[in-house]
């Protein structure tokens, strides 16, 4: 489903952010990468995201390149892959409901559908008593809920969590790994990064080890292993 | 669909625009600035216009005949004149009308009244009263009164005097006030409202940079280029038009004041009937460049945030 084809970035000479990285994603896979700070996690899904274009190589989203794409076709793809960040990145002026709403209006669908759906994946995430709350109202955990709330509500093929974990308490991060774990068993791919062990030991999926910028494991049933 | 969004993102802007309130409110004061200096120049063009169409009026050349110039002769002179491409009103006086406006000028002056009835003729000549479309344009004139064609057939001047020679210094320097005036008055207005508009166009860059990461997130989410740029748009059309509301209220009092403050030396212009008479034209001005400043700012302000 996804495919990354020799993949390498470089900021500058002496900052790589890439090198060489190559793997492919199957669909209804849940994978984690895992690796230090500055390993190139972020680079790497910044790069699925087409936030940034690698320095040569390509990734490919079902066959077609994704850096090939045209200006409009990127924002379609985008509605395609669910974006989910350790700093929630919700609109500041939006409630809970406004957020997920702008996500499915962005997509062209209609106020019925809006009307029914965001209830619906705000119950999912666990979240209906918020959903009038502005984003300072809410607590990390609650944020990172209207987050993915947001990210699934366009029934994307692709999650991709930066760090999802990163600022919440442990059972916080407990809950929202169960929660990635039910999109997952609905259909949905999911890719993580994180540094959390307990998160990587407790899923027992694939997991990739990054350092440097480059694969150095690939684990079918993997652990932590820095 | 198409509806649909237009409604969704003008609803988007109203509501930004009322979320983010201290923002609008540093836009919309920066932006009252801006259309108040482009009102003021709007007030302050008129009334030098209308200062300077008055004191234009009172210049003007007379050409005065001597005693025993034949009126048709001088209406000669008046018909050539009147084919002067510079001249744009003459009249003319004759001997007889001229004596009349002086009686009646001096009737209570029983001397001059007195001496005039001990001479037997009228001493009056007739004259012509030339006005020029444009005061630089009296020296053409008297020149030409001066030249060989006005002279009669026997190569005698009927002219007695052009009175543009006593008053030449005095004419001079009246058009050199002017197109001075012209000349710096267009300067800075240029310069005034070009600044204005780039400190609006900056003050709202800044408000809109204050979302950058919003508009990166919005990106992030799959919105497209002009649904996420509209309801900045709307935004800043709503900062112009209810910076024109303050603009224009505040106009009220200060022409009020600035009329009853003035009324000695505009001649008479009031500035405050051409603000209530001209209501809608300023209305309409005001507003448009306000909304016109407001849209083009936030569209292009955007656009840098738009690239990722």
């Known amino acids: 489903m996804i495919y990354f084809e020799k993949v390498t970035k470089l900021y500058s000479d002496k900052s790589v952010g890439l090198s060489d990285v190559t793997f492919s994603v199957e669909a209804k896979e849940f994978i984690s990468i895992v690796g230090h700070s500055g390993a190139g996690k972020t680079t790497l899904l910044k790069m699925l995201l087409a936030e940034e274009r690698p320095t040569s190589g390509s990734i490919f989203f079902e066959s077609a390149n994704i850096h090939k794409f045209k200006k409009r076709d990127i924002t379609k793809y985008r509605r395609r892959v669910g974006a989910i960040f350790q700093d929630f990145r919700l609109l500041p002026n939006k409630t809970a409901y406004e957020n997920i709403a702008f996500a499915m209006e962005a997509a062209g669908r209609d106020d019925e559908e809006i009307e029914a759906d965001v209830p619906h994946v705000l119950d999912l995430v666990d979240l209906k008593k918020k959903i009038w709350s502005f984003p300072h109202e809410l607590s990390g955990g609650e944020k990172q809920r209207v987050a993915i709330a947001r990210a699934i509500v366009n029934q994307p093929d692709v999650i991709i969590a930066d760090e999802p974990t990163g600022n919440l308490d442990p059972i916080n991060t407990y809950e929202i790994v169960q929660i990635l774990k039910r999109i997952n068993d609905l259909g949905t791919t999911v890719i993580l990064t994180t540094h959390n062990k307990g998160v990587i030991d407790s899923l027992g999926r694939r997991v990739i080890t990054m350092d440097s910028g480059k694969i150095v494991r690939d684990d079918k049933e993997g652990r932590y292993a820095l | ?308």
Do not use: C
């Open chain 2, 1 to 308: 669909m198409l509806i649909t969004k237009a409604k969704r993102v003008i609803k988007a802007g109203f509501v930004n625009f009322w979320r983010n309130g201290f923002v609008s409110l540093a836009s919309i004061l920066v932006m009252t600035i801006t259309l108040f200096v482009i009102g003021s120049v709007i007030f302050l063009g008129t009334i030098f216009n209308y200062t300077f169409s008055q004191i234009k009026e009172k210049v003007d050349i007379s050409v005065y005949f001597v005693t025993s110039s034949n009126p048709q002769d001088i209406m000669a002179i008046k018909k050539n004149l009147e084919a002067l491409p510079e001249v744009a009103k003459i009249s003319y006086t004759s001997r007889e009308e001229a004596l009349a406006d002086f009686k009646k000028k001096h009737e209570n002056d029983e001397q001059t009244l007195q001496a005039l009835q001990e001479l037997n003729d009228n001493p009056l000549g007739a004259f012509l009263n030339i006005k020029a479309k444009e005061p630089s344009q009296y020296e053409g004139i008297a020149n030409y009164l001066q030249s060989k064609d006005v002279l009669t057939k026997d190569g005698i001047s009927i002219i007695d005097k052009v009175n543009y020679y006593q008053n030449k210094a005095a004419i001079d320097r009246f058009t050199k006030i002017i197109d001075g005036a012209n000349k710096i008055g267009l300067g800075l207005i240029i310069v005034l409202v070009a600044f204005s508009i780039i400190i609006t166009f900056n003050t709202i860059r800044l408000a809109i940079y204050v979302s950058r990461e919003e508009i990166s997130v919005m990106k992030l989410v799959g919105a497209s280029n002009q649904y996420i740029r509209g309801p900045f748009v709307v935004s800043g059309i709503m900062y112009g038009f209810v910076s024109a509301m303050f603009t224009l209220i505040l106009f009220y009092p200060i022409t009020l004041y600035s009329t009853k403050a003035t009324d000695n030396f505009l001649m008479g212009f009031n500035l405050f009937d051409y603000y209530i008479k001209n209501f809608g034209q300023l209305f309409l001005i005001i507003a448009g460049s306000g909304i016109l400043i407001g849209a083009i700012s936030s569209y292009w302000a955007v656009r840098r945030y738009l690239r990722i």
